[in-house]
């Protein structure tokens, strides 16, 4: 049997996850990429998202994520990130709001700077919805 990669997640607030697993999938800013045992090691940003994490045991856990970087090591994967929770924990009705507060902004944001900013950030949240949907529609957790 192949041996597992090492991953941890961690944020400010704890230590959220430090196991041996199959593979993870993770949100870089670029897309996203998948990490197993004996990755060339790399360091990325990341954007807002989720972790999947397959377990050795074949099950799946997923993390959500907003922004940081990861480190793939010899060691392992290692996430840092600016804030992380569990699936779970995820605040669905928090992400409608900030959707909410974002589209006001796109509405007086006035010069194209502003707009171009705006429009990211409407865009990147309404993607973070759709995923945390399609995941919910799955009933992983």
Known sequence: MAEGLKI???SPERLLLSEV???VTVPGTEGYFTVMFDHAPFMTT???GFITVNGLSGRDEIYFVKGGFADVSADGLTILAEQSAPYAEFDHVELAEQIKAAEAELVTAKT???QSY???VVSALANLAIEAGQINGAHIH
């Open 8 to 10: 941890e997640i961690v």
């Open 21 to 23: 697993v199959t593979s």
């Open 46 to 48: 990341l954007r807002p």
């Open 112 to 114: 194209p700077e502003e």
């Open 118 to 120: 705006a429009q990211e």
